[in-house]
């Protein structure tokens, strides 16, 4: 069975610091994405990322995976209140397994100014 | 752009009745998703059609069913609504399983 496990789970932090958000997964896969949920909205899709080594970055965000350790990190610079939400990871198998994605927890994120 | 649609987006049921939750995409995608989310419990899937004809149960099916109609629509039905099926239902959809998700706007259902 596929877990996956994010950390923090709740974050509060200032304006201007950086920080990091982790997501593990117990199961071999290169197919990892990171999800923004504001209150009482839907998920929309941040990043995909399909290989080791792959990194992708939009704005103050930057995604990255490693496939042999596991771990996919979201890393924020220099924060903004606008970047206050939920965040969540969800892996995914390559090898046409019909299972959809597997989510964490997710990570709820309050910048405070 | 319409996406993922879901019908209704709110609902109050009292405990036993039933109903069903509408699901369409005009993506031409061949998977498609019901998740339940919970406070505290991220997203749970509860059933999932790898593709047109085929369904399957995730983690948390019990007290669900679903339908693939066709390739557009998936639909999932509470036959006997109970307070603990209070929840925000997602459906989702994606090209093939596995591939990136997209989600439809939400359906938030109470049970009294």
């Known amino acids: 069975e596929l877990k996956v496990e994010q950390n923090p789970l709740f974050l509060s932090m200032q304006e201007g610091k950086n920080y990091t958000i982790y997501c593990n997964y117990s199961?071999?896969?290169?197919?990892l994405y990171w999800y923004r949920q504001d209150p009482g909205k839907s998920l929309e899709s941040l990043f995909v990322?399909?290989?080791?080594?792959a990194v992708k970055q939009e704005g103050r965000l930057m995604a990255s995976l490693d496939t042999k350790a596991r771990l996919s990190t979201l890393h924020i610079t220099a924060a903004v209140h606008d970047l206050s939400a939920t965040y969540f990871c969800a892996v995914g198998f390559s090898g046409g397994g019909a299972d959809g994605l597997t989510f964490g927890k997710g990570t709820h994120l309050i910048i405070q100014p | 752009n319409a996406g993922v649609t879901q019908t209704p987006k709110f609902q109050v049921l009292k405990t036993g009745q039933s109903m069903t939750l509408q699901c369409a995409q005009d993506m031409n995608h061949n998977s498609m998703y019901w998740y339940r989310q919970d406070p505290g419990m991220g997203l749970r899937l509860i059933y999932y059609s790898a593709s047109e004809g085929t369904t399957d149960k995730g983690e948390v099916p019990n007290g669900y069913n679903v339908s693939r109609l066709n390739k557009r629509e998936f639909s999932l039905r509470l036959e006997s609504a109970a307070p603990s099926q209070t929840s925000v239902y997602f459906c989702?959809?994606?090209?093939?399983?596995?591939?990136?998700?997209?989600f439809g706007q939400g359906t938030r259902l109470t049970v009294v």
């Open positions: 989702a959809s994606s090209l093939r399983a596995s591939d990136e998700a997209f």
């Open positions: 199961t071999t896969s290169d197919r």
């Open positions: 990322l399909l290989s080791n080594g």
